[in-house]
């Protein structure tokens, strides 16, 4: 176990029906290189994976949203899938509490569908990024240049397309929470 993320915390928003792999894998990458790691979902002690082609496993829920406080945490990240982010991007709380990430500076991390969250809150807006090609459309109508790349970094901002570009999201992910705030203003 690495000691690179010691003493941060990073909170994982998410509900029933993110993609497993996307919640999973960045999970157990961050917990390696020491962070503390809370999954973070509105109103449920636990939530449902959606494991590729079906219904996976239930994972426990170490904060309700309503009881999570950005200013806690040193980073985001939001997994993917179909049903989770479009269930985040149409709750508010979840809105708001992304939105505090991009105002206080502090890395955020999206891959797959979990750009709609970004777009829902208002912070896609001239950053570059990259999400399921499905999403393409969604972030240039709100302002985004969309490229397809396995991970774009824009300024603490890390998006990645589709559980084969876990690898890359993590290491960037690892690599903007051990530097920190950034100085360019997210949104």
């Not at 999206?110 to 829902?120: K, S, T």
């Not at 109508?141 to 876990?166: C, F, H, I, M, Y």
Request: proline letters at 5%.
């Amino acid at each position: 176990m690495s000691e690179k993320l010691k003493g941060k915390t990073v909170a994982i928003l998410a509900t029933d029906g993110f993609e497993e792999s996307e919640l999973s894998e960045p999970k157990a990458a961050l917990e390696r290189e020491g962070a503390t790691v809370h999954v973070v979902a509105p109103d449920k002690d636990s939530i449902r994976a959606w494991a590729k082609t079906d219904w996976g496993p239930s994972y426990d829920v170490d904060r309700r949203l309503e009881q999570a406080n950005a200013d806690d945490y040193d980073a985001l990240e939001l997994p993917g899938g179909l049903f989770n982010p479009d269930a985040l991007r149409q709750n508010r709380q979840a809105l708001e509490f992304t939105r505090r990430f991009f105002e206080a500076q502090k890395p955020v991390a999206a891959i797959c569908h979990g750009p709609w969250v970004l777009i829902n809150a208002g912070v896609a807006k001239g950053r570059r990024m990259t999400s399921y090609p499905s999403v393409e459309q969604d972030l240039r109508n709100a302002g985004a240049e969309w490229v397809d790349q396995e991970v774009v970094v824009d300024s603490g901002l890390v998006t990645s397309r589709k559980p084969d570009d876990l690898e890359a999201f993590c290491s960037k992910l690892i690599e903007e929470i051990a530097e920190g705030k950034h100085s360019r203003q997210h949104a």
